[in-house]
């Protein structure tokens, strides 16, 4: 009886686990799929910026047209087209813009001074600091 009660618990857990991994491969496979569309080609974001709370503003080229959009978290405004050939020739031509300031420019300073510090300080004699 005992033989027979773990034959069908693994059994049972045999099939979950076949079924478990037909349904992931099948979620990858859609995910895999659907980001492989043909979007990238036709709609490109060349610069965007933050104007206040989740209200952003974004130079975007579809197709052949730059549009100026104005986003918003319920819907997307169209501010504006460029249409002169000087300034779809300057964009085309510029760098996309680095940030000025990310996090890791203000971090870096800080772990430099504390490793300095770290390798500064003398080592005590005997046992009268303890660490935790």
């Keep these: 009886m005992n033989g027979e009660l773990l034959s069908n618990v693994t059994t049972m857990v045999s099939a979950l ?18 980001g492989k569309g043909k979007r ?29 959009l104005g986003l918003a ?10 249409e ?3 300034a779809l020739r300057r964009l085309n031509m510029a760098e996309p813009a680095k940030p000025t300031h990310s996090f890791l420019d203000y971090l870096e ?5 504390r490793r300095h510090a770290a390798r500064q ?6 046992k009268e600091q303890t660490h935790a």
């Design 17 to 34: 686990a076949l079924v478990l991994g037909i349904f992931l491969v099948i979620l990858y496979g859609t995910t895999y799929l659907r």
């Design 40 to 68: 990238g080609k036709w709609i490109k974001v060349l610069a965007a910026t933050d104007v206040g709370s989740k209200r952003t503003i974004a130079l975007v080229e579809v197709v052949d047209e730059v549009l100026v």
């Design 73 to 82: 978290p319920q819907h997307i405004s169209l501010l504006s087209k460029v």
């Design 84 to 86: 002169r050939p000087e």
């Design 109 to 113: 300073p800080m772990l430099t001074k």
């Design 121 to 126: 300080v003398p080592a005590t004699k005997g």
